[in-house]
């Protein structure tokens, strides 16, 4: 691989969830094989699966965590973290929500973390609050837009970010903005659970006209979604987005850090790679520096080894982002 000096390319330990939920070895564990294993030398970690006492876990855990990736030539990208905003039935106050980040931020630092993320909003006011912590601590602070968290879908969460103007707080873009299809294997899950032949038509070929999304949220409220996919079917209305990389490009200044979200490996119609394509030609243009992390979120409905799907994952991501990429036509996993 050809990247750019200041670009690396991680994974996340959110990849490993099944296993986190099977429980068979401990949360740190199973992230540290991504490291231990060669698959990826930065990773991400959710603070949430990984250590007891959230949102304070202890500070020797995060430690030792940190020590052992770095005697495997590894490190810690950025930490997943949260901010649960409610209180026994009432809405938590300033400085209750800036109380429940304050720990998990150092924990973060403790182990060795350049950044943490939240959903891009959540922190609201909080921002500016931090930035003076986030010093402290030698961290950034992503806020991370997914799906349809387009700018134009909320203007004022990156209007936000960008009247702040620090270089504590930046935005992380996760791809799955840029879907131009929805997967071949969710398509065929969604099928096999019972959603009628005409809806699975409109998605399987129309996913980019804005119609189809009204043509779901018709089929959700008249109940013709049958219950075991009704969760799945979500997803159409919240992770899966449809923009292009253009809608992006003012915001590309502020972006530290991507997700390349992938939920199956099949590439028809360059589905997988055509996204990576566009983001990464975007970025070189911007000039960003930050971290590219593969994420997947096909585990929701697929049983496949977690290792091997993230493995194979960025080679296709690294194939598609060095500057010795091939066609996008000729890229991707088949």
Request: hydrophobic share 45%.
């Amino acid at each position: 691989m050809n990247l750019p000096d200041a670009w690396t390319l991680s994974a996340s330990a959110f990849n490993l969830t099944p296993e986190v939920i099977r429980a068979e070895r401990p949360a740190p564990d199973l992230a540290a094989t991504l490291v231990e294993q060669g698959i990826a030398s930065a990773i991400e970690i959710e603070l949430g699966q990984m250590w007891r006492g959230f949102p304070d876990p202890p500070a020797d855990d995060a430690r030792a965590f940190r020590d052992r990736l770095s005697a495997a030539g590894g490190r810690v990208s950025i930490v997943g973290a949260s901010i649960d905003d409610w209180i026994r039935g009432r809405r938590r106050t300033d400085d209750e929500r800036f109380a429940f980040l304050q720990p998990q931020l150092r924990a973060a630092a403790a182990a060795g973390a350049t950044g943490v993320r939240l959903p891009i909003g959540q922190a609201g006011t909080l921002l500016e609050r931090l930035v003076p912590l986030l010093d402290d601590l030698d961290l950034v602070l992503f806020e991370e837009a997914q799906g349809h968290e387009t700018p134009a879908a909320r203007p004022e969460a990156y209007d936000r970010l960008a009247q702040l103007g620090s270089p504590r707080v930046r935005l992380l873009i996760d791809i799955s903005m840029l879907m131009p299809a929805l997967p071949v294997t969710y398509l065929e899950r969604l099928e096999g659970g019972g959603v009628e032949p005409a809806l699975i038509a409109r998605l399987r070929d129309g996913w980019r006209d804005p119609a189809t999304n009204d043509a779901a949220l018709e089929a959700l409220r008249g109940g013709r979604v049958p219950g075991p996919v009704h969760t799945l079917f979500m997803n159409l209305l919240v992770r899966f987005g449809r923009s292009s990389v253009d809608e992006l490009a003012p915001v590309l200044p502020l972006v530290g850090g991507i997700h390349l979200k992938f939920w199956d490996l099949d590439d028809a119609d360059a589905r997988v790679s055509q996204p990576i394509h566009d983001i990464g030609a975007a970025l070189r243009r911007s000039g960003f520096r930050g971290t590219l992390c593969s994420e997947w979120g096909g585990q929701e409905w697929l049983d496949d080894d977690p290792w091997e799907m993230t493995s194979r994952h960025l080679a296709v991501a690294g194939a598609l982002l060095s500057d010795r990429a091939a066609p996008v036509r000729d890229a991707g996993a088949h």
